[in-house]
């Protein structure tokens, strides 16, 4: 079974930055498509930025510009570099992974994926 074990949330200034990890195991890294959501309370978790097939990368449009994420499969992990940070970026980070076929669509609001970490806290403040 897959598991993700997300790191690295804090509590930062506007401004700064951060990277979140994303650890995975149980899996091949390279089967399943990975990509890192947020929620904060009262609000549906959004897709923020995920890996599709064939490494297309999906960003959501308000962190366009300012995030990046990237994977070293040596390590089995995916990062989430975030620069720039406002605190409308505050909420809990989540990390993850299904099957690649409709990942694209999970990431853009239409389903779910299957495979969920515990989620990092990331809190900006102004």
């Known amino acids: 079974e897959v598991q993700l074990v997300e790191s690295g949330g804090d509590l930062v200034q506007a401004g700064e930055s951060l990277t979140l990890s994303c650890e995975v195991s149980?899996?091949?890294?390279?089967?399943?498509?990975i990509g890192w959501f947020r929620q904060v309370p009262g609000k549906e978790r959004e897709g923020v930025s995920c890996?599709?097939?064939?490494?297309?990368?999906y960003y959501a449009a308000s962190v366009k510009g300012r995030f990046t994420i990237s994977k070293d499969s040596a390590k089995n992990t995916v990062y989430l570099q975030m620069n720039s940070l406002k605190p409308e970026d505050t909420a809990m980070y989540y990390c993850?992974?299904?099957?690649?076929?409709?990942?694209?669509?999970?990431?853009?609001?239409?389903?779910?994926?299957?495979?969920w970490g515990q989620g990092t806290q990331v809190t900006v403040s102004s």
């Open positions: 993850a992974a299904d099957h690649p076929r409709y990942f694209f669509y999970y990431c853009t609001g239409h389903g779910i994926p299957g495979y």
């Open positions: 890996f599709s097939p064939g490494d297309q990368i």
């Open positions: 149980g899996t091949a890294f390279d089967d399943y498509s």
